[in-house]
């Protein structure tokens, strides 16, 4: 998905912009950034590949030569970013998050005449923060700008400007991600995630609302553009992207996800679903809340039968051959025979996209002398690849597990039936649960009901974004 952080201050704001944007690391794997506005120095940008060393280590040695007022840093999972853009609107830095569905027909239909030329990367494609700053600057000032790049985009753009006077901050038009404003004394910050600006001393003073456009300054925030009325803030911040000590729209990660997974066994009791294992365990990191919420509220005892090996395998190192992140995420899992030998296991995790490490995990368990595996997924089932932000993207909808099985079970006609194999009380939804743990080796198969995570959320349930699991925008 990516996120960013920026900071302008009346001081030298490096330190600051440095661990705030490393706060955000758990969003991305692939590139970080950095780029500072100092009167004298100007602009100074850093790019690095982050996919194998995290972003603190590739960019410690950047902190000697770097610093200014006023900086931005991102962490991408697609394009290098931020970028430095001279126009007739004068010189900014942008980043940008979110997904540009119809880049090309944008490049063909807006920049293909004579005088326009874009930078492709090695894929041929074109860079998605290049493309929003050409279209930003399409206008006579940033605000209309901004307002032009986010109406003719298919998909979703969250923006961050830094100006040799300003950061301007734009939360995407449905608002699908958050953006915070933080202050202390003679400084402000603006972010995705609440602990970031806590952690660095600010304290959060304003959201943005979606469409809002804030200017920022060291000692004051103007507003740009008023926000709209209708948002769509995506679900699986609080299911599995967020970290736990980050607030969402008033709402906490960790206690979503607790609560949860209370929903979760609240649910299973009412309908007599329940198996008697010996231990309720989280698939790590994610997984965990959503387990002990599901523990608590089934008396059935909480365990870690196997844990993450994190100190040589972080979760930066996200290799895109598929192969070897199977084997990165096998030799992760350390067991503990102790709570595995003959012991029958419920497994919760954040979600069941593809499966395949899922697979994983599950022959791990047996081959480690678990008796029965039960497995629980702390969302629906994932039919629908996301449009709007990175989280299941894929290059068909037939890589996702359940539209996978559907396909197995009833071909072409299956996929008509989409929403009624969704719902596990149906035939066709029991259909696909038992075809699922016949080809995964679970011994049952439970998601939570989207009435069930909405319930967690706790919003309104029109101001949150299901496209991945009902298809509707």
């Not at 456009?213 to 060291?218: D, R, S, V």
């Not at 007599?272 to 509220?297: E, K, R």
Request: proline letters at 5%; charged letters at 20%.
């Amino acid at each position: 998905m990516g996120g960013f952080f920026g900071a302008i201050s009346r001081n030298n704001c490096i330190h600051d912009v440095f661990f705030g944007t490393d706060y955000h690391s758990h969003l991305g794997t692939r590139r970080g950034g950095l780029v500072f506005y100092d009167p004298k120095k100007g602009f100074q940008r850093q790019i690095h590949n982050i996919e194998n060393t995290p972003f603190r280590t590739k960019f410690e040695n950047d902190l000697n030569t770097m610093g200014g007022t006023a900086g931005i840093g991102c962490i991408s999972d697609t394009d290098p970013q931020p970028l430095l853009v001279r126009s007739h609107l004068g010189m900014f830095a942008i980043s940008t998050v979110g997904i540009i569905n119809n880049a090309e027909e944008l490049v063909k239909k807006t920049f293909s005449g004579p005088g326009y030329q874009f930078m492709a990367m090695s894929s041929g494609k074109v860079n998605s923060t290049e493309l929003t700053a050409a279209l930003i600057n399409r206008c006579d000032n940033l605000v209309d700008g901004i307002h032009y790049a986010q109406e003719v985009i298919d998909g979703s753009c969250t923006i961050l400007l830094l100006t040799p006077d300003s950061i301007i901050a734009a939360r995407d038009k449905l608002g699908r991600l958050p953006v915070l404003v933080g202050k202390k004394p003679d400084s402000h910050c603006v972010c995705f995630e609440s602990f970031a600006c806590q952690k660095l001393g600010y304290e959060v003073s304003y959201s943005l609302g979606p469409g809002e456009i804030l200017k920022i300054t060291a000692d004051t925030t103007e507003q740009l553009a008023a926000p709209g009325d209708k948002m769509k803030i995506c679900a699986f911040l609080w299911t599995y992207y967020g970290y736990p000590n980050s607030n969402y729209e008033g709402v906490n990660v960790e206690v979503m996800r607790c609560r949860n997974g209370e929903i979760m066994a609240r649910d299973e009791e009412a309908k007599g679903t329940m198996p008697d294992v010996d231990y309720v365990a989280g698939v790590p990191d994610s997984g965990l809340p959503h387990a002990i919420g599901y523990s608590n509220q089934s008396h059935k005892p909480f365990a870690r039968p196997f844990v993450k090996y994190t100190p040589t395998w972080a979760r930066s190192f996200m290799p895109s051959n598929q192969e070897v992140r199977n084997m990165v995420a096998e030799m992760k899992q350390i067991p503990v025979p102790e709570l595995i030998q003959d012991k029958k296991l419920l497994l919760v995790d954040d979600s069941i996209v593809r499966g395949t490490q899922l697979r994983e995990t599950v022959e791990f368990l047996y081959k480690s002398g678990a008796k029965e595996v039960h497995m629980r997924s702390a969302c629906p089932p994932i039919m629908y690849g996301c449009k709007y932000l990175n989280f299941s993207r894929s290059n068909s909808e037939m890589e996702l597990l359940a539209r996978r099985i559907i396909q197995k079970l009833e071909g072409d006609q299956g996929q008509q039936h989409v929403a009624e194999y969704a719902d596990g009380s149906t035939q066709r939804g029991q259909c696909m649960l038992q075809a699922i743990c016949k080809e995964m080796g679970f011994d049952s198969l439970g998601y939570q009901s989207l009435d069930g995570l909405l319930e967690a959320i706790g919003l309104d349930r029109d101001k949150v974004c299901t496209y991945c699991w009902t298809g509707e925008e």
